[in-house]
């Protein structure tokens, strides 16, 4: 599953950083049912390079 949610916001955030950090609010601002796996995510998102799209609201 982490891999699937990080896979998807990376897709939006090739588009354009602002898309990115939609998609992310999406599974970990606006909701809490993907909590559980935000860590991982946000690691993955760090090494791949896409640090800016992690957002906190």
Do not use: H
């Not at 896979?7 to 559980?36: C, H, M, N, P, W």
């Amino acid at each position: 599953m982490t891999t699937f949610i990080a896979r998807r916001i990376i897709e939006e955030a090739d588009k354009s950083i602002e898309a990115g950090q939609k998609k992310y609010r999406a599974y970990f601002v606006k909701t809490r049912l993907y909590k559980r796996w935000k860590d991982n995510v946000d690691t993955i998102l760090k090494t791949d390079g896409y640090d800016e799209v992690i957002v906190e609201n």
